[in-house]
Each structure stands twice: as C-alpha cells, then as structure tokens.
C-alpha cells in the first residue's frame, strides 16, 4: 500500500480572524486528499491567543490542527513564523505544504522553502496529486500569459502557494479534528528574533471586498477622471458591488487604492457580473477575470482585445452609454 | 558602405527617450495637438535630463554629442508628438547659431541655460517676402549712436511666443556688388521694441509655437551682433541645412516609425470576414510599402547626419534625406489611413495627426522644391 | 555608519508590452521570446532608485548585481546609467534553467564575493517569472534578515532600519538593523529617468562578469541541477469568449445590458 500522504495547510490570521484564502486552500486540500484516496489534511495555526479559531478549522476541512500559541506570534514576521514552522515541518515530515499567496503568505512560503532546501511553486492556479504522492503545481508566469506545470520531484515538502479568490472553501458542518497544542518555547527562540513587527496598521477599504462581490465594475485608463470614475462607484452601489481597476487607473489615483487592482499582480475575482469600461484587455487583467460569470465591455474601440474576452461587447463611449444604465437599473429597481 | 549600427549608448540614449516620451508626452499627445498648446514643463524636463542640450559642449553645461545623438532624441518625441518636436528641434536650430558662430562672451552667457532647458531658444529669418528667397527680407538694423536699431516684422517663426533667446536676421547694410547683406542679432525675450505678434493658427506640428516677431525700434548693443556684421545669411542659411533640414529629417522618420506601428496593430486587431485585415494581401502591400519609406527615410535621414557629424559637407545629402523623408512621411500616413477604412478619419486614432504634421514638415526649414533645388543644384554641378 | 554599501540585484526580463506575442513552440513545447526587447524588471528600477536616495542621504556606493546571459549586459548598463556605480554580471552555461532557490544561491555568491554590503536591496516582483521569492531566498542563503513588499523604508545612522511591509489591508510596521535585504515595492517611489549625462557616465563604469568558478559554487547546487522544482509541459490560458457585439443607441444598448443582469441574477 501506498504510504499516507499528508498535506499541510499554513492558517493565516489577522487579528484573530481567519484569511478567507487560508480557507480557500484548506478546500483544495480536501480535494486533494479525495484524489490521493489515502491523504491526510493538516492544518497549522500560529498566533497569540487564536484557540477558537483553531477548533473552527476542522469544520471547513482539517482532519487535524496544529496550534501553536504564543504571544511572540501576535503579529506576523517572517523570522518567527518561519523558525516556528521549519521546526514542526522538520519533526513531522509532511508531503505537501500549502501556503495562502497573501502579503505574509508570500513572503513566508519562499523563507520556508529556503530553510528546508526545497521548491516552491508560485502564485498555483491549479493542483493535482497523484497517488504515488507526486503534486502538479500550475503556475502563471509573464503576466499570466503562460501556464507551467512545476514538479518538486526529489525534496520534500512539496511547496506551493495559491492566490486568493482561486479555489472555493469547503463547510462541513458535522466534522471534528484532532486539535494538537503545540509548545512555543520549544519551537522558538527568542536569540534567532531578529525583527519586531511593532504594529499592524489596518487601512480598512471603503465597501465591499472586490474577492467577495457578486458585482464588479471596473474601469480603466479610459475612464479619464476622477470625476468620471464615481459614475463606476455610483453603478457599483446599485448592486452592493465593488468597482475594480487596471493599473494604469490605480497609478492615476482615481480609484479605491491597490486593493482594488485586478490581475497578474492584484486580486483573481470571480463575480457574477463583471462590468469593464475603458480597460484595453491586457492578458495582466484578464488573468484575473477570467473566472467571471459574464463578462460585459465598454470600449470606443472597436478593435480593443478585450473584447475577444468578453461575453458581451459595447463599441461606445462610457460616457454615453454608462450614465443611460445607471438611470435605467435606477428605474428597474424602483 | 559600413554596416548601419548605432553604438551601445545611442541605443541607450533611444531607449531612455522613448520610456520619456511615452510616460510624458504620449498621453498628452492628443491634447498638445487638439489644443495647440506646448507644454513647456515637459521641456524643462527633458532640459533636466541632458536631451535640449544635446549638442552643446559640455564645457557649456551641455553633452557634447553631435547630431545623430539629437536626430535619435528628435525620432523618439516626434514618435508620438511631431508638434513638440518641433519646439525641440527649433530651440536646437537657435543653439546651433550661437555655438559656431557665437564669441566666447556670448556662449558663456546663452549656452548655460539653453543647454539645461531653463531658457528656450529659436532663429527667425523667414519674412513675409522672403521666406525661400531668403534675400529678400526686409527687416533693417541701423547703427545709432553705437547702438543698432533694429525694424520689421519676422513671420513663421517657431517658439516666437515662448523663446527667451531668439537670434534675429536683419539687413543691415549691402556688399561689395550692392547686394543686401544682412546680420545676425541675438535678441532677449521682454527687450523693448521685440514682441510676438500673432500665432498661426497651423493644421499640423500643432503643439509648437509658430507666428509673427516684430522689431520696432528694438534696441541691441553691439555685443549682441552675432558672428560678425554681414554673415547673417550665411550663417542662417549654414545652420537652417545642418540642425534645421536634419531635424526635420528625423521628425520626419519619427512619424513614419508612428504610422508603421500604428498600422500594423489596426491590422492586427481589426476583424473583417472572420479574421484580422492583416491577413488581406492588399493590406500586407499597404504595411510593406510603409516599411520601405521607413527603413528608406531612416537610412538617408541618419546617412546624412552621420556625414555631417563626421564633419563633411553635404548639404545635398541632408536635402535629400529632408526631402525624401517629409514626402515620404505624408505618403505613409495617407496609406495609414487607407487602410484604415472610416477609422482613419476619426480623431481617436492618432494617425490623421500624424498626416497633418508629415504636411506641415515640408515647408519648414525649406520646401521640397527648394530641396530638390539643392539636390539639383550640387549635381549638375 | 560611514556610507552605505548597497547591492541591488536586478534581472533583465523581456518587455512586458510583447507578453502577448510569446508563443510556445508546438515541437518542442519551449518558450519562444526571441526577438522581445530587454528591459530592467519595472520593479528593479524602484528598488535602484531606494539605493539611489539611501546614498544621497548617507553617501556610500551602489553595486548592481544580476545573473543573466552575457547579452544582458547591455540592459543591465541602463543602471548604471540611472546612477548605480558598477555592476556586477553572474554569467555560466551552468546557471541555465535555474529555479528561484538556485537563483538565489547565485545571487547571494556575488554579493558575498562582493564583500561587505550593509544593505541587499531587490525588485519585490519580477515582470516574467513573477514569483516574488528571490528576496527573501537571497536574504536566507546569506543568512540575514529580509522584508519584502516594503513601500517605506527609513535607515537610521546607526543602521537601524524601519520599514513597512504591504498587507492586504495596511501594513505591517517593523524594526531590524542592518545587514538585510530588502524587496522593495513598486509604491516606495517614483524611478528616476535615465539622463544623458547618466548615459555617458555609465559607458565608463566598472562591470565584471563572472562565472561559475569565480564564485566558488558547486555545479551541483545552480542551473537546472541544483533547483529543487522542475518544469513540465508549458501551455497558454485560454480566456477567449465568443463576445456578443450589442448594438444600437445608448438607451437601447443600456437596455439590453439590464437584461444581462437580470438574466445573469444580479438585478431582479
Ligand atoms: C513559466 C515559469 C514558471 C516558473 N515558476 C517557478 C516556480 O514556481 N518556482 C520557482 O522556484 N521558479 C519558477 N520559475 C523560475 C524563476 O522564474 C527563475 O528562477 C528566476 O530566475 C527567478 O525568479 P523570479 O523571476 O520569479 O524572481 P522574483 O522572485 O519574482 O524576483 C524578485 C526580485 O529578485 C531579483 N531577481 C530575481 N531574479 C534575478 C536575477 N536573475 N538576477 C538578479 N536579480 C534577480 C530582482 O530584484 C527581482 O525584482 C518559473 C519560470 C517560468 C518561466
Ligand atoms: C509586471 C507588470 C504587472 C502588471 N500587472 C497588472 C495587473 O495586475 N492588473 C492590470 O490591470 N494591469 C497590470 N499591468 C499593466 C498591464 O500590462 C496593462 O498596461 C493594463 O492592464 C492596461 O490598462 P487599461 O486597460 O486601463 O489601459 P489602456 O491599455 O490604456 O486602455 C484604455 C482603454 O480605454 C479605452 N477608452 C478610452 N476612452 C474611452 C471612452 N471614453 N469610452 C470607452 N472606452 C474608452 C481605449 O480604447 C483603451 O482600449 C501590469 C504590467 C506589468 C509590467
Ligand atoms: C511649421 C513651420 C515652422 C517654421 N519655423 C520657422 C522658424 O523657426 N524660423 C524661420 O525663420 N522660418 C520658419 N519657418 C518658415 C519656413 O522656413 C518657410 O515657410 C519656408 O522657407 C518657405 O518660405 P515661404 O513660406 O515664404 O514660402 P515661399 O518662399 O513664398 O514659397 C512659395 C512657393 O514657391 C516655391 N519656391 C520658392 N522658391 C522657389 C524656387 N527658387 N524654385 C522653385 N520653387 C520655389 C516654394 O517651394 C513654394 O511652393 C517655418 C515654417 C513652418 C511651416
């Protein structure tokens, strides 16, 4: 028989809280485990005072929850965490280490995988894990133009991380895990503290979270203005949406901020709707849209490719056509 | 013939200019031309960073790099803005003068700031009689008193508005055989009696100043005669082929450059019966004659300038190059436009902008016709 | 603190405008990028221009260092020409086909050649590859402290460094000394334009190239060998939709767009 694979899962928090893609990736590691028949998934949790979401993770998909508790992990940095997890990776010898392609995820994950001597795949779009244990990484790579597959075939773990808004979390309502309390003296120690985090400063974004709308209206350099750009937030709040943006947008300093940037190097959506108004279609935006229910574009250019990314396409100005729709969603609601 | 290269830090210098150009003036370019307006901080910036002083020695806060290195800064802008080039190009024509024919005094004096963009230079010659015919202006400067007064009106002038050091052609007296002979006077922005007049309203090179400068009993010291009294026309007409034609030479493979790409991505993108024009054999004709009048302008364009900063005199050259590429670069925007259907003629594309402009190139710093005068000229010789 | 030592390492990627044309060769299944303009990794440029200012404030010398092919020299000059002092170009057969980790050992070989560096600061992203790793790999292999994604950095003179450290929603305020590196993010600054008289400097400035044996490295840990990941088949996303073109005046195409969004049940 086959040795039992096991598959790891870092849990990020922030302030107690779980990061949605933590729980994104705890989903695809069930998955994962399904298509491995025999795999185990494992969830380890870092952080001061964070038991009760520790008994949570069990329920969105861990058969066992490493918890290790210590007020030098209040806040993340990468020397701690990585000591703490290097130790516990080096003790129990897990397959697969998954980590979550967050600001901290991204920045522990290749720390992680230099300590080990091991590979990392980046930023996976897709998994899969064969059962004589061999993990296929898929990673986007110039903008999301191509598509590798990366294998880890010698060392162990086999590392990856996985951008948020990738995989969906799973709810098993009825399920209970082991939950291990781990000893965070042994596992770290204060001599190899080389940074202090001082503080988090939460810049908490107006609305709703682009990865959670069932609405996106973006907008692009085309928009023009600032001024023309509340006519996206206006449309936006019809729907409880968010309103998204390319890069060439943000730099312009129209939009929410660099947490509503979609793409290669901003946030994978996935809505139901998505709305792009004076966006080109560059391959680095659409990466991350392309998961969306309907796609629908505005451009004046007839030619611009992002139509050929689009379920429907307007060759218009915005600024005909978007003022008409707001005033006729305003009238359909009422 | 060599092999055409250019060195390692020509190509540099290409590339620091293009990443210029397109964060700072394509985005504005539509504006620049639909408004007519130059946008001088973009100058001054472009001062900062070495590009308006190019050709000035650096022992005058310039350079020191020749004409191929400006024709490759003047490419680069005019890529995306013809119209602003022209402003560069002209300010160069007014540093030209002043650097070979300028005593020391005056170089120390002018070449400074110039070079570092803080002022903004022109030449103005061209008269409403006498624009080809260069003999033919009738501005006067007088000695009174050990000061000359200086009369007329100049027409057509780049900058004319905008330029803080222009150098002003006058008549100032006749020659041996009683033929006018005429000098050079450089002239401040804000000196009594010196004002622009109006601007012309031009269909291309929108986005540089172009119009009238009038002299009205404008006092100049002595010291303001440039490079002798009675070589003004010789020296205009020295610096008009060498910095002037070429620069408009390389303005001119700028726009060709811009209606290449240009093409070739409408072509690409725009479907017709279920695939991209670009795969229409007429189409492909269109895209490869614009590349001949490409690769044609810019082997002539920098063939001459080469000969030129190689220190040789080839005035039919840089003729030819002036004459073959300004025509050439209407002929590609045309074409541009041809093939691009009713596109072509919408002012979202750039490229009817760039058929005003390739226009507009040809008169200035002298006409085809008196281009192929030249060429003829040194042939039949 | 007399002066700060500063390596920056930058990588020379293909143009970030041509992504779209790169194909992949049907045969043989490998990358086609011949023909693609070099460029300096857009992010290299911002960490470039933090050195740049880090020595204004405390004076000292910036030292580019990147592992590439021998024709990548040229691309890498563009920094010296930004203001760099000398740069050093990591060059071998053997290095071909590295993974970030063997990268890193690379990278962090020329900076330990280089001898004492106070401050490693690099791209926090690269334009192709993209996967963020280096720093941080480089900062372990050399056995010092790292951040990355820092969109503030301030160094005291007596080598204590604050910086900031992007998150999702805010930062991460924190506090180390130096030696570290440092991934600096594209909000830290705005990169300076190369001048001409940085042009004409540059062609003066020292570079060196140096291979495997220079740098002491055994063949085992670089290159294709020495990296722990190993690629597979390569493909492109398919994104493509069949799009439905609307058309009509504003009114009727506004009309037709409310009926997508009920159809779609975002509008009831
Ligand atoms: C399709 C594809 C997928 C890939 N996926 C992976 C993967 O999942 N895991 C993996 O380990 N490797 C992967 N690689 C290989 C990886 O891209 C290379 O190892 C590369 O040399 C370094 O990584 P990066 O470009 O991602 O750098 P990043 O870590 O994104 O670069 C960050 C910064 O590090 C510095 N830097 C990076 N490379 C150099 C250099 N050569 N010289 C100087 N400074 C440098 C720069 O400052 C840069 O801004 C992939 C490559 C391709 C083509
Ligand atoms: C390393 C790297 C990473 C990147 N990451 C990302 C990323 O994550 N996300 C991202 O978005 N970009 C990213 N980019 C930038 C990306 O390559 C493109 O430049 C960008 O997506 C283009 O944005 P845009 O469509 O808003 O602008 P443009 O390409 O300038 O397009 C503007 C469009 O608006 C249209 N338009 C203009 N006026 C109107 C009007 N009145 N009505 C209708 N339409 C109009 C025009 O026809 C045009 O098609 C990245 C680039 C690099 C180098
Ligand atoms: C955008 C622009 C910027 C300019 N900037 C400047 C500037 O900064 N400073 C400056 O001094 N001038 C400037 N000029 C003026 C320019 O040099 C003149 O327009 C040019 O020399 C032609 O003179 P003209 O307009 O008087 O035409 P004319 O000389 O009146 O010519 C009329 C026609 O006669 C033809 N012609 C003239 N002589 C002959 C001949 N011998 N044989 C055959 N045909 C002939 C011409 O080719 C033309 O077709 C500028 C012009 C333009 C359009």
Redesign the pocket.
């Given at each position: 028989m086959e040795k039992k694979q096991v598959i790891w899962v870092i849990i990020e928090q922030v302030q107690g809280k779980t990061a949605a893609v933590s729980l994104e990736v705890l989903g695809k590691a069930c998955q994962l485990a399904a298509e491995a028949a025999n795999a185990q998934v494992v969830a380890v949790a870092l952080g001061s005072a964070i038991g009760p979401l520790a008994q949570q993770l069990p329920k969105h998909g861990a058969d066992k929850v490493f918890l290790v508790d210590d007020p030098r992990l209040e806040l993340y940095q990468n020397d701690t965490y990585s000591s703490v997890l290097r130790r516990l990776i080096e003790r129990e010898r897990p397959d697969v280490v998954l980590i979550g392609a967050s600001a901290s995820g991204e920045e522990l994950a290749p720390t992680l995988a230099a300590q080990l001597g091991t590979g990392l795949a980046a930023h996976c779009t897709n998994l899969r894990l064969a059962a004589d244990g061999t993990l296929t990484m898929l990673v986007p790579a110039f903008?999301g133009q191509v598509i590798g597959e990366i294998f880890c075939p010698v060392q162990r773990p086999q590392m990856a991380t996985i951008k948020p808004g990738v995989f969906s979390p799973v709810g098993l309502a009825e399920r209970t895990g082991e939950i291990v309390q781990e000893d965070g003296a042994s596992l770290l120690y204060d001599a190899e503290i080389r940074l202090r985090a001082t503080r988090l400063v939460v810049e908490e974004p107006p609305g709703m979270p682009i990865e959670q709308a069932d609405v996106i209206v973006a907008g692009?350099?085309?928009i023009?203005s600032r001024e023309n750009w509340r006519l996206l937030e206006e449309l936006a709040k019809e729907f409880n949406g968010a309103v998204g943006c390319?890069?060439?947008?943000l730099d312009q300093g129209w939009t929410g901020g660099e947490h509503t940037?979609?793409?290669?190097?901003?946030k994978t959506v996935r809505p139901k709707l998505y709305l792009g108004?004076?966006?080109?279609g560059?391959a680095?935006?659409m990466v991350?849209i392309k998961d969306s229910g309907v796609i629908i574009s505005?451009?004046?250019?007839k030619t611009?490719p992002i139509f050929q990314f689009s379920d429907y396409c307007v060759a218009a100005?915005?600024?005909d056509v978007l003022p008409e729709l707001l005033a006729q969603i305003r009238r359909a609601k009422h | 013939m060599p092999e055409f290269t250019f060195s390692p830090a020509q190509e540099m210098l290409r590339k620091a200019v293009r990443e210029f150009v397109e964060k700072e003036i394509e985005p504005i370019a539509h504006k620049i031309d639909a408004e007519n307006s130059c946008p001088m901080d973009v100058f001054r910036k472009m001062g900062a960073l070495g590009f308006a002083g190019v050709i000035v020695p650096k022992e005058y806060g310039g350079a020191g790099l020749g004409l191929t290195e400006r024709a490759i800064i003047l490419e680069e802008t005019a890529r995306h803005a013809a119209g602003f080039a022209m402003t560069l190009m002209t300010h160069q024509l007014g540093i030209e003068v002043l650097l070979s024919y300028g005593s020391e005094e005056q170089k120390r004096k002018y070449l400074p700031e110039l070079a570092s963009g803080k002022k903004l230079g022109g030449l103005a010659v061209t008269e409403p009689s006498g624009g080809s015919d260069v003999g033919g202006q009738q501005s006067t400067g007088e000695l009174k008193d050990g000061k000359w007064v200086l009369n007329g009106r100049k027409c057509f002038i780049t900058n004319s508005s905008e330029a803080d050091v222009c150098v002003v052609t006058v008549r100032t007296g006749e020659d041996a055989k009683g033929r006018p002979s005429f000098s050079a006077f450089i002239i401040e922005k804000g000196t009594p009696g010196f004002a622009p007049g109006r601007e012309e309203d031009k269909f291309g090179l929108r986005g540089s100043g172009t119009g009238d400068l009038s002299l009205n009993n404008c006092q100049a010291g002595e010291d303001a005669v440039l490079g002798g009294v009675g070589n003004g026309t010789k020296m205009a007409l020295a610096a008009i082929s060498k910095v002037g034609r070429t620069g408009m030479s390389a303005i001119s493979v700028g726009i060709l450059r811009g209606c290449l790409e240009e093409g070739v991505r409408f072509a690409k993108e725009r479907v017709l019966y279920g695939k991209p024009i670009a795969k229409l054999q007429a189409i492909q004709l269109e895209i490869a004659r614009n590349r001949v009048d490409y690769e044609a302008a810019r082997l002539l364009t920098y063939y001459a300038i080469g000969l030129k900063d190689a220190g040789g005199s080839c005035d039919a050259e840089i003729a030819t190059a002036k004459y073959f590429s300004t025509e050439a670069a209407v002929r590609a925007a045309k074409r541009t436009m041809d093939l691009m259907g009713g596109y072509g003629v919408v002012n979202d594309y750039p490229v009817g902008r760039y058929l005003r402009d390739a226009l507009a190139t040809i008169p200035s710093g002298g006409t085809s016709h008196v281009m192929q005068l030249v060429i003829a000229g040194q042939t039949l010789a | 603190m007399k002066g700060l030592n500063i390596s920056v390492l930058v990588k020379p990627v293909p143009d970030?405008g041509c992504y779209e044309s790169i194909q992949i060769d049907p045969q043989t299944g490998i990358l086609v990028r011949e023909g693609l303009p070099n460029i300096l990794n857009?992010a290299d440029k911002h960490a470039l221009e933090a050195a740049l200012q880090l020595v204004e404030q405390h004076s000292g010398r910036v030292v580019m260092v990147s592992m590439a092919p021998p024709n990548a020299l040229e691309t890498v000059k563009e920094g010296l020409a930004m203001g760099a002092d000398e740069a050093w170009l990591l060059s071998d057969r053997a290095f071909a086909g590295a993974d970030t980790l063997a990268t890193s050992r690379v990278l962090a070989a020329g900076i330990k050649k280089l001898g004492l560096c106070d401050l490693v600061l690099a791209g926090s992203e690269s334009?192709d590859g993209g996967t963020a790793h280096v720093p941080s790999q480089v900062g372990e292999i050399l056995g010092i402290s790292h951040l990355t994604n820092v969109t503030w950095l301030n160094i005291d003179t007596d080598a204590n460094v604050r910086a900031r450290m992007k998150m999702e929603n805010g930062y991460i305020e924190v506090e180390g000394a130096l030696p570290m590196v440092i991934g600096v993010s594209r909000g830290m600054n705005v990169p300076r334009y190369t001048s001409l008289p940085g042009i004409l400097a540059a062609q003066d400035k020292p570079v060196k190239v140096l291979g495997l044996n220079n740098l002491g490295l055994d063949p085992g840990s670089v290159g294709l060998a020495g990296s722990p990941t190993q690629p597979g088949k390569l493909s492109r996303p398919e994104l493509k939709r069949q799009g439905e073109r609307l058309e009509g005046e504003p009114a009727e195409l506004a009309k037709r767009i409310v009926a997508i969004m009920r159809s779609s049940g975002v509008l009831s």
């Open positions: 903008g692009g350099w085309g023009g390319t890069r060439p947008a940037m979609i793409g290669s190097s901003g108004a004076g966006i080109s560059a680095h935006h991350g505005v451009n004046r250019d611009a100005d915005f600024r | - | 970030p857009p334009a």
